[in-house]
């Protein structure tokens, strides 16, 4: 009985790739997900097993990596149809037929400075603080035993980053340490964030404008996040808490969790190029978790640890 091979493609699937531009103070970024998939004139590799007609899935990894930094990314669109045209046109012995791209694009907004007004009045804009759009889920505890209530608000996968401004070195190191140590780096987390309140509705208490309560304290946590020069990701997460704390009266106990999204460097010297700081691997796993709880003194902290 004769076998027919079927419709096939190859290709390395979600390369997740950030792109930071930094010929101004005003940093543009572009976070994507980028898969590559590649048809052609495959029947051998599959048939007979010889890859003299196979270009390595690596290698259209690398390919992403080397264009977002030749070539910039204006667009995801203009992106994919730089990188489908190249696979198609360049690749040695016209052996892909057709190549598809497929990006995912994750939108930052802007951090706003506070006390930095812009000319025309509104607030200034961070050039290198940015915060992730659209992922966002606001949270709320209550329980009330018949006599108190105790209010826990928060907020989880606020994603953040800082371009710069951060640093990570002068730690400890062991015959197992190979960490680098970083004097620019990005600084990228996604924040679970959970506040107590003073607010236990005994003797006639009155409540707290909920709604005002949790945009400021989301603003606090995000312009603390923006104006510390981090040395760590800890010191970081005590400025955020402490932050709160110096500024909203009505919350106790701030607890925050605070998972590193690594930002690598790529090598991109095999391919004659330099990497000023500008094209990254960004990993998802795994992660440093950093986590604390910064509260009032003499205030017992009633926020569970998760």
């Known amino acids: 009985m004769t076998h027919v091979l079927g419709q096939n493609q190859y290709g390395k699937a979600e390369n997740r790739i950030v792109r930071v531009r930094r010929d101004s103070t005003r940093h543009e970024i572009k976070d994507l997900n980028v898969s590559v998939s590649l048809r052609g004139d495959f029947e051998d590799v ?31 669109e203009g992106f994919a149809a730089l990188l489908a045209r190249h ?30 007004p812009s000319p025309s009045g509104s607030s200034a804009e961070s050039g290198h603080s940015f ?59 996604q924040v679970t964030a959970r506040w107590a309140f003073g607010f236990d509705g005994r003797d006639g208490q009155e409540q707290p404008g909920w709604n005002d309560s949790y945009q400021e304290v989301r603003r606090h946590l995000l312009e603390a996040f923006a104006d510390t020069y981090s040395y760590s990701l800890q010191q970081t997460l005590h400025a955020m808490g402490t932050r709160v ?32 700081n500008e094209v990254y691997f960004a990993a998802d796993r795994m992660y440093g978790l950093i986590e604390g709880t910064v509260h009032r003194e003499g205030v017992t902290p009633v926020i569970p640890v998760s």
């Open 87 to 116: 696979f198609v046109e360049n690749t040695e012995r016209g052996v892909v037929r057709s190549a598809r791209i497929r990006i995912e694009e994750y939108a930052w907004n802007r951090i706003p400075v506070a006390n930095s």
């Open 46 to 76: 599959h048939r007979t097993g010889s890859n003299a007609n196979c270009l390595p899935t690596d290698s259209t990894k690398n390919t992403v990596y080397a264009f977002a930094k030749q070539h910039g990314i204006e667009s995801a």
């Open 245 to 276: 704390l110096d500024h909203r009266a009505e919350v106790d106990e701030v607890r925050l969790e605070l998972p590193n999204k690594h930002h690598f460097l790529v090598d991109l010297a095999p391919f004659g190029l330099k990497n000023e």
């Open 131 to 189: 915060v992730r759009a659209g992922q966002e889920v606001r949270t709320t505890e209550v329980v009330y035993d018949g006599e108190r209530f105790r209010v826990i608000s928060g907020l989880r996968d606020l994603v953040v980053m800082n371009t710069t401004d951060s640093e990570f070195w002068g730690y400890l190191k062991d015959r197992y340490t190979t960490l680098q140590e970083a004097y620019d780096r990005i600084l990228a987390t």
